[in-house]
């Protein structure tokens, strides 16, 4: 069956380093895939996608790589500060369908 | 101002009892969906709709009803059949056009069963 992995225990890091998350997934190929930002008690906030022809994506601080090959995304926030600390969840898509299958977040921490 | 509203923010149920999430989206999406997360969980799928008078069954429908009679809204019912009512309820939209869509979320309700 499917299946989606982000890293359950939470990323500490420090203020002004980079913070990467991963997301892995088994028995998948996925069209496309997306990160989400969630913060404690709000609804997910959409960040960022990527699909399976682009290797990488960037918007200001953050960037999104794409291994199809790994089977793995990767989440970098560079220059990380401490309003960055959230869950953050990848989230997939296949070919033809509108309802990408969550991941269940990594929690970041950015310590000043 | 658009966007997804939901309501109450907090709900708190008996056993037994039947009780109506409010979802209402002023963006003109075609597809509305619902979500349920527990604590380390990741979102499953509960229903959702993509046009006015139908909705599909999602991961985890039992125990749930949901009526789609306007695009812009879309309630869901927590029944008394619902074995672990108490999460942390999220209602989405969306744009149907072919598989790369950014769902766009509400702020959340969160149910208890006292």
């Known amino acids: 069956s499917q299946k989606i992995e982000q890293n359950s225990e939470a990323l500490n890091i420090q203020e002004g380093k980079t913070a990467t998350l991963t997301c892995n997934y088994t028995?998948?190929?996925?069209?496309?895939l997306q990160w989400y930002r969630q913060d404690p008690g709000r609804g997910p906030v959409f960040l960022l996608l990527?699909?399976?022809?682009?290797k990488e994506k960037r918007k200001e601080r953050l960037k999104v790589t794409f291994d199809t090959t790994l089977k793995q995304s990767l989440f970098h926030i560079t220059a990380s500060q401490p309003a960055d600390s959230a869950t953050y969840l990848c989230a997939l898509g296949g070919r033809g369908s509108y309802i990408p299958t969550f991941g269940r977040g990594t929690s970041l921490i950015v310590h000043p | 101002d658009g966007g997804i509203t939901q309501s109450p923010k907090y709900l708190f149920r008996k056993e037994g009892q039947n009780v109506t999430l409010s979802c209402e989206q002023n963006?003109?999406?075609?597809?509305m969906y619902w979500y349920r997360q527990d604590p380390g969980q990741g979102l499953r799928l509960i229903y959702y709709?993509?046009?006015?008078?139908?909705?599909q069954k999602g991961d985890i429908a039992e125990g749930y009803s949901v009526s789609r009679e306007k695009k812009e809204s879309f309630p869901l019912t927590v029944t008394s059949a619902q074995k672990n009512p108490t999460a942390f309820y999220l209602c989405?939209?969306?744009?149907?056009?072919?598989?790369?869509?950014?769902?766009?979320f509400g702020p959340g309700t969160r149910l208890t069963v006292l």
């Open positions: 990527i699909r399976e022809n682009e």
């Open positions: 709709s993509q046009i006015v008078n139908d909705f």
């Open positions: 963006l003109n999406h075609d597809a």
């Open positions: 028995n998948y190929s996925p069209a496309y």
């Open positions: 989405a939209s969306s744009i149907v056009k072919g598989g790369t869509d950014t769902q766009y």
